[in-house]
C-alpha cells in the first residue's frame, strides 16, 4: 500500500496557461476524489468518481477544469487557461467504498501559483 | 446544505498537557458521519478519529477523544498527553450517511503548536 500519490507536487505557471494534475488512488480503491484547498480554508469538494465514471462535480468547477479517470485507476485534473485564483492546492483522495464511514485517504496535494 | 464551524484558528499546549478543539455543525439531517483529519506541514491529511452520530459513546483512540453533543452539534477533539507530533492543522469534518457517496464538508481548521 503506497496511498495515494500525486504529481507534480509543485507547479508555477503563468496565467492563460493550461496546466494537468496526476492522481494514483490506493490501488483497487474504486472512489477517487478531487478537492481544492486555499490558504487558510479547508478543503473544498470539487468532483469524484466511481471507477472511470464522474458522478458528481460541485458548482466550483468552471468549465475550465476538466477531470478524467481512463480505465478507473489514476485520475488527471486538467486547468484550462489558468488565472490567479486557481492558485491553491489541489488534493486527490481516495476510498473503497461507498458507506460514508469508509475512511478517505488523501494524498499530499498538488500546489498550483498562478503568475 | 451543511457546515461546519471551528472558532479557533489557532491553539497551543504545552507538551505533555491537554488541548481540546472545538467544532461546531449545522445539520438538518439525523444520520451522518463526524471527522477529525490532521494535516501537518507539506503533509497529507490523514484521519484521526470518527464519530457515527447513531453511537452515543464517544470515539477514542489512544491519545484522542471526542466530546459529541448531538443535540448541541458539537464535536469537540481533546488531545491527551500532546507531542511535538501533534503539531499540525486539525479539520474537522461531516458527512452525511444518506445518498451513498456525499462529499465531506471541512470546516476552516485549527493550527495547533506544541510547547516543549
Known amino acids: 500500500d503506497t496511498g495515494v500519490s500525486q504529481n507534480p507536487r509543485h507547479k508555477i505557471t503563468k496565467r492563460g496557461q493550461n496546466v494537468t494534475f496526476r492522481c494514483d488512488p490506493i490501488s483497487e480503491h474504486n472512489r477517487l476524489y478531487w478537492y481544492r484547498q486555499t490558504l487558510g480554508q479547508g478543503p473544498e469538494f470539487l468532483t469524484y468518481f466511481q471507477n472511470e465514471a464522474q458522478l458528481e462535480k460541485s458548482r466550483l468547477l468552471s468549465d475550465r477544469f476538466s477531470a478524467e479517470r481512463p480505465k478507473g485507476s489514476f485520475s488527471t485534473l486538467e486547468i484550462q487557461r489558468t488565472e490567479q485564483g486557481d492558485s491553491a492546492m489541489y488534493l486527490c483522495?481516495?476510498?473503497?467504498?461507498?458507506?460514508?464511514?469508509?475512511?478517505?485517504?488523501f494524498g499530499e496535494g498538488s500546489w498550483l501559483t498562478v503568475v | 446544505a451543511q457546515t461546519v464551524t471551528q472558532s479557533q484558528p489557532e491553539m497551543s499546549v504545552q507538551e505533555a498537557e491537554t488541548v481540546t478543539l472545538s467544532c461546531t455543525y449545522d445539520t438538518s439531517e439525523s444520520d451522518y458521519y463526524l471527522f477529525w483529519y490532521k494535516q501537518p506541514p507539506s503533509r497529507q491529511m490523514i484521519l484521526v478519529i470518527r464519530?457515527?452520530?447513531?453511537?452515543?459513546q464517544n470515539a477514542t483512540e489512544n491519545r484522542f477523544s471526542v466530546n459529541f453533543q448531538k443535540a448541541a452539534k458539537s464535536f469537540s477533539l481533546k488531545i491527551s498527553d500532546s507531542q511535538l507530533g501533534d503539531a499540525a492543522m486539525y479539520f474537522c469534518?461531516?458527512?452525511?450517511?444518506?445518498?451513498?457517496?456525499?462529499?465531506?464538508?471541512f470546516g476552516k481548521g485549527t493550527r495547533l503548536s506544541v510547547i516543549a
Open positions: 464519530q457515527e452520530a447513531y453511537k452515543q
Open positions: 469534518a461531516y458527512r452525511s450517511a444518506y445518498g451513498g457517496d456525499t462529499p465531506l464538508v
Open positions: 483522495a481516495s476510498s473503497d467504498g461507498t458507506a460514508s464511514g469508509n475512511t478517505i485517504y
